[in-house]
C-alpha cells in the first residue's frame, strides 16, 4: 500500500523564495489576461451604449452602415415609407454627429458625438434624458454627459454647483465659424474606444449646428404594435424596402456593431492577439517553473520510482503542482486585477468592471494553462530512471 503523503506540496515549499517567485509569476500572467478580458470587454460594452439606451423594436439603417461612429445617413422618406407596413406602430428618426467641442477654459477643439431626436418623439430610455424633453424643445439647447472625458472642461462640475446656464461653443466639423448653444441638463452614457465624449440634442437644434436638413437620417427607429409579430414584420420590412437601407431587430443591431469592432478595426484585432499571446507566454513561464522543479527533485522522483511509487503516481504529483500553482497564484492576481480595474475607469472613463463569470473563466484558463505546463514538463520526469540516478 502506497502512504498518500503531500508530497506535491512539500516539494513546492521546501524552497520559499522559488516557490514564491514562482507564484508571482503566474499572478502576473493573471493580471496579463484578465487586463485583455477587461479591455475587450469594454471595447464591446462601450461600443453598445448608445445601442442600448435606444427604444425600439427594429432599426433601419443604410445598406453602408458600418457603425454608429461612422456617419452613413439614408433618405428620412425609407423611414416613412416603413410606417406603412402591418405592425408597425410608430418611427422615430435618429441624428447621430461628430462635432468640435470648444473647451471654455483652454479653447482647445476636441471631437464630440452628438446625439439628436425630436423631443415629441422621445427614443432614448435614459430617465436623465426623458425628464428633460421639455428643455430640448427650446432652441439652443444641450444635455451634457457628466462621463464625458475631462479634455471638455468643468462643464458638469459647473453645472452641478449651480451654474445651469452655460455657454458652449461647438463646431460642425467642416465649419470655421462655432455655433452657441447652452448646457441646460446633465445625463451620464459615458466614453467608449471611439467617443470622448456626448451632447444631447433636439433635432431643430441639431440642424442648426450642422446647418443641414431632415431629409437624411442615420437610424430608424421602429417600435411595433403590441400584437405584432416582431419576425413576420422584420421579414416583411427586408425584403419590401428600397435595398438602399437594412433592417435588423435589437439584438441583431448590437450584435453588427460589436462584429465590426471586433473584425474590422485595428484595435479589436490587438487586443483578441494580447489575450492569445498572454495565454502562451502563461504556459511558457509554469513549464519552466515546473520543468526547474522537477530537475531539483529528480532523484527524489527516482527514489519514489525505486521503492515502488508507479509512474501514473509520479505524474500526478506534477499536476497536483500545476494545481496548487494555479490557484494559489490566481487569488493575488484576481485581487491586483480589481485595483487596476478601478484606476483604468477613473483614468479612462472606459466600463472595466470584474464579473463573477470572468473572473470564474481567468481561474479556469489558469489551471488549464498550468496543466499544459505540466504535460509539457512531466517527459523529464518519464526518464527518471533509478539504476541511472544512483
Known amino acids: 500500500m502506497i502512504l498518500q ?12 523564495v522559488r516557490f514564491l517567485v514562482a507564484l508571482a509569476g503566474i499572478s502576473f500572467i493573471v493580471v496579463l489576461i484578465f487586463m485583455q478580458l477587461g ?14 439606451i435606444i427604444k425600439g423594436d427594429l432599426f433601419l439603417i ?14 428620412r422618406e425609407r423611414l416613412y415609407q416603413a410606417r406603412g407596413f402591418n405592425g408597425v406602430e410608430s418611427v422615430s428618426p435618429l441624428y447621430l454627429r461628430f462635432a468640435k467641442f470648444k473647451n471654455p477654459i483652454t479653447d482647445q477643439k476636441f ?7 425630436d423631443p415629441g418623439k422621445p427614443v432614448l430610455s435614459s430617465p436623465e434624458i426623458n425628464q428633460n424633453l421639455d428643455i430640448l424643445k427650446l432652441p439652443n439647447v444641450v444635455l451634457f454627459d457628466r462621463g464625458s472625458r475631462p479634455d471638455f472642461g468643468p462643464i458638469a462640475e459647473n453645472f452641478e454647483q449651480g451654474n445651469t446656464e452655460q455657454t458652449i461653443e461647438i463646431f460642425g466639423f467642416a465649419a470655421r465659424k462655432g455655433y452657441r448653444v447652452k448646457v441646460r441638463g446633465l445625463f451620464t452614457l459615458g466614453p467608449s474606444f471611439g467617443v470622448d465624449g456626448n451632447l444631447v440634442v433636439g433635432d431643430s437644434t441639431l440642424f442648426r449646428i450642422f446647418n443641414v436638413n431632415s431629409e437624411m437620417i442615420d437610424v430608424g427607429v421602429i417600435n411595433l404594435k403590441p400584437d405584432a409579430d416582431k419576425e413576420m414584420v422584420l421579414k416583411n420590412l427586408q425584403n419590401h424596402l428600397s435595398k438602399d437601407v437594412l433592417v435588423f431587430s435589437y439584438q ?35 513549464y519552466q517553473i515546473l520543468h526547474s522543479n522537477i530537475s531539483t ?29 494555479a490557484v494559489l497564484g490566481y487569488i493575488p492576481g484576481l485581487a491586483i486585477s480589481i485595483a487596476l480595474y478601478d484606476v483604468v475607469y477613473d483614468a479612462t472613463g472606459l466600463p472595466m468592471e470584474m464579473r463573477l463569470n470572468q473572473s470564474f473563466l481567468v481561474l479556469i484558463v489558469t ?7 505540466g504535460v509539457l514538463a512531466v517527459n523529464k520526469m518519464r526518464s527518471a530512471d533509478p539504476a541511472d540516478i544512483f
Open 5 to 16: 503523503l503531500p508530497i506535491a506540496w512539500l516539494q513546492l515549499a521546501r524552497q520559499r
Open 39 to 52: 479591455f475587450n470587454d469594454s471595447l464591446y460594452t462601450s461600443a453598445v451604449k448608445v445601442h442600448q
Open 62 to 75: 443604410s445598406s453602408q452602415y458600418k457603425s454608429l461612429t461612422a456617419k452613413q445617413s439614408f433618405p
Open 111 to 117: 471631437s464630440i458625438y452628438v446625439i439628436g431626436f
Open 252 to 286: 441583431e443591431f448590437i450584435d453588427l456593431e460589436k462584429d465590426y469592432w471586433k473584425t474590422r478595426t485595428p484595435i479589436g484585432f490587438i487586443l483578441s492577439l494580447m489575450l492569445v499571446m498572454a495565454a502562451v507566454v502563461g504556459v511558457v513561464i509554469v
Open 297 to 325: 527533485n529528480l532523484v527524489a522522483y527516482a527514489t519514489l520510482k525505486a521503492i515502488g511509487y508507479p509512474n501514473q503516481y509520479l505524474l500526478f504529483l506534477v499536476f497536483q503542482q500545476s494545481v496548487i500553482l
Open 367 to 373: 489551471i488549464l494553462m498550468c496543466f499544459a505546463s
